[in-house]
């Protein structure tokens, strides 16, 4: 079992910053992955950033160039540093660790952060 508490959602004006951090804990070794989805009203979860246990990246096109995820092995936290926000940046933001298939393959999910963005 896996489990995932993130922080540092909030209100924050266009051109903004904001962090999230995802504090992961339990079978942390059982982690392949870990990354950041969101939420927006009426819409499907949609794939922010990923990092696996290698550090490798992976971003969706529409943030890429503003935000960056890192990963913290030794404090087991994922970070999203969120620059330049825009208002369509506004959702849910939710954490999420993948196992790797040797533990399961299961998925674990935050119980998400609010992130609005005004204009």
């Known amino acids: 079992q896996v489990q995932l ?13 904001l962090r999230l951090s995802c504090a992961a804990s339990g079978s942390i070794f059982t982690i392949a992955k870990m990354g950041w989805y969101r939420q927006a009203p009426g819409k499907q979860r949609d794939l922010v950033a990923t990092v696996t246990t290698r550090g490798t990246t992976n971003y969706a096109d529409s943030v890429k160039g503003r935000f960056t995820i890192s990963r913290d092995n030794v404090k087991n936290t994922v970070y999203l540093q969120m620059n330049s926000l825009k208002p369509e940046d506004t ?13 399961g393959g299961n998925g674990y999910w935050g119980q998400g952060t609010q992130v609005t963005v005004s204009s």
């Open 5 to 17: 508490v993130e922080s540092g959602g909030g209100l924050v004006q266009a051109g903004g910053s």
């Open 91 to 103: 959702a849910i933001y939710y954490c999420n660790a993948d196992q790797y298939v040797a533990y």
